[in-house]
């Protein structure tokens, strides 16, 4: 079968029973972080500008809640709001070569509260749109980033076609045909980062598949060859061609999400990062220092993680999000690299900027075969202005990665963290509580 009807076929046919408990237990703790991310990113400038410009009555009525407040708007603009506001931060969870939740739960969350679905049809759903997502990413040898594509806004409105798809119960045919028209609507350039638009991706996203879907139920045609046509999807996006258009479709088999899990993010910066805060929180802890006696940061990184981290002298926030110099300016002067630091009025501070050009990148090939586009290990070395070199640990994975995650534990003190940022913390206890038991509670009491 080809794949785009493959696909189809798969998020027709897979039921809740079919899904093993550990694949729900990593969408449920997805659907838990992106929540908390999306209620701390809800008063950012990029979802709300967003809002006034979709709702320009000010959103009070609709089929959705936008970042479970009592504000409201239909489905499809709430998926794009809440999407924005999930990846507004950059602080939401990482596979599959980008964010997958920051575009699955806003689409998949909205529609079922238009749907009345229940929250076993809302894990489902984020389950087959996963499998999809990362079926289409095991097909390409390349680096999307490399070539200029932000992989959460191609990859996620296919993702999010077929988790909607699979909360309207579509037949295999009209799930092709929401696969395909989300493949039409994939975007999303690297040159945009650091600015509103890349989170806006993944609110488009979101609300590209949610319209897929629903275009598709009500009998919107596609190619059910998208995906696989020479001049298809994977042809189109794919870096040097080095795409495969005709192995069969396994997705499910086994289920990439027990495989590849989700990586929880201690910062809200980009994951390119954060194995290099690891180190230089470590070699600060270890070895205090006035930063003022720092005469140069050396950081060893992949080519990779260097081209998407464009941002050598940032002047804000968003700007900081993808600059090493500023992720070991923040580690070595205040400790940590939190939500405060990711201000304007932080990155601007004197002794921040004076820092930045002191910290320098050095970058190699040595790729990590389980994780391509990083090397086997980052490595920050430190000398002082007294000549002595401090050298950081070498750190392979990130703390939060899929394979050393977080316990609930931290998972809820990051939930809390987020409520409180969204002026939320009275509700975080309660919120995360219902979060967890999610599987009996439907969508519209969920939300409420």
Request: aromatic residues 6%.
């Amino acid at each position: 079968m080809e794949l785009t009807r493959a696909l189809g076929a798969f998020v027709a046919d897979i039921t809740a029973d079919a899904i093993p408990a550990e694949a729900f237990r990593i969408a449920r703790m997805g659907l838990i972080d992106c929540v908390g991310v999306m209620i701390a990113g809800r008063d950012d400038d990029a979802p709300q500008i967003l809002r006034r410009t979709l709702l320009p009555n000010g959103g009070t009525t609709g089929e959705a809640s936008l970042y479970f407040s009592p504000l409201r708007a239909p489905a499809p603009e709430a998926a794009w709001i809440n999407g924005t506001a999930a990846h507004a931060l950059d602080f939401d969870d990482v596979s599959l070569r980008g964010h997958p939740s920051t575009v699955l739960v806003p689409a998949i969350m909205a529609e079922a509260e238009a749907l009345g679905a229940t929250g076993a049809e809302i894990l489902t759903a984020y389950v087959a749109g996963y499998e999809v997502w990362a079926e289409l990413i095991r097909r390409e040898r390349g680096m999307l980033h490399s070539k200029g594509w932000h992989p959460t806004g191609v990859m996620g409105a296919v993702g999010a076609a077929a988790a909607c798809a699979k909360l309207h119960g579509l037949d295999a045919e009209r799930t092709t045909m929401a696969i395909a028209l989300g493949a039409s609507q994939s975007a999303g350039l690297m040159a945009n980062f650091g600015t509103m638009t890349k989170p806006f991706h993944a609110g488009r996203s979101a609300h590209a598949g949610l319209m897929a879907a629903r275009l598709a139920k009500g009998g919107f045609t596609a190619s059910p060859d998208a995906l696989e046509h020479p001049q298809g999807f994977l042809a189109a996006v794919s870096q040097h061609g080095e795409t495969d258009r005709t192995a069969p479709c396994t997705a499910g088999a086994p289920f990439r999400i027990l495989t590849e899990g989700l990586s929880i993010k201690k910062f809200p910066a980009c994951y390119c990062t954060h194995r290099a805060i690891d180190g230089a929180l470590a070699l600060v802890r270890e070895n205090p220092f006035p930063h003022t006696d720092v005469a140069t940061v050396e950081v060893h990184i992949s080519d990779r993680f260097a081209t998407i981290l464009r941002n050598a002298r940032p002047q804000t926030g968003l700007e900081a999000k993808f600059s090493m110099q500023f992720a070991m300016s923040a580690s070595i002067i205040a400790g940590r690299v939190g939500l405060p630091e990711l201000t304007d009025r932080f990155v601007q501070r004197p002794d921040v900027q004076a820092l930045l050009p002191r910290v320098s990148v050095v970058t190699n090939q040595d790729y990590d075969p389980e994780s391509p586009s990083g090397s086997r290990f980052d490595q920050v070395i430190v000398t002082l202005n007294s000549g002595q070199v401090i050298t950081g640990p070498e750190v392979k994975r990130a703390r939060g990665h899929a394979t050393i995650p977080l316990s609930d534990g931290e998972l809820f003190e990051k939930f809390r963290a987020c409520l409180e940022v969204g002026g939320e913390a009275a509700r975080a206890t309660a919120l995360f509580d219902r979060l967890l038991t999610i599987d009996s509670i439907p969508a519209r009491q969920l939300a409420a």
